[in-house]
């Protein structure tokens, strides 16, 4: 858990004011595992998670994210 962590704390030196993060999976192995224990450090770090509920691709992903984030600077 250790490189989550060191993730969030990017994420909130690049976002130091309500940072903000959108999280998907996909069907590869590992994915939703991936998915539930980032959301739960980046929860627990401060940060608000956007989380998509059913399998999405990267691209969908992407795209959400550059939605939501130029929301978010507004």
């Known amino acids: 858990q250790f490189k989550y962590q060191a993730i969030a704390d990017y994420i909130?030196?690049?976002m130091p004011v309500d940072p903000l993060i959108v999280i998907g999976h996909d069907h590869r192995h590992g994915s939703l595992?991936?998915?539930?224990?980032?959301?739960?450090v980046f929860s627990a770090r401060g940060i608000r998670?956007?989380?998509f509920d059913r399998v999405c691709p990267t691209p969908l992903l992407e795209q959400e994210y550059n939605f939501t984030y130029s929301?978010?600077?507004q």
Request: with cysteine.
């Open 12 to 14: 909130k030196d690049c």
């Open 49 to 51: 998670v956007i989380r």
């Open 71 to 73: 929301r978010h600077l």
């Open 33 to 40: 595992r991936f998915a539930d224990i980032s959301q739960a």
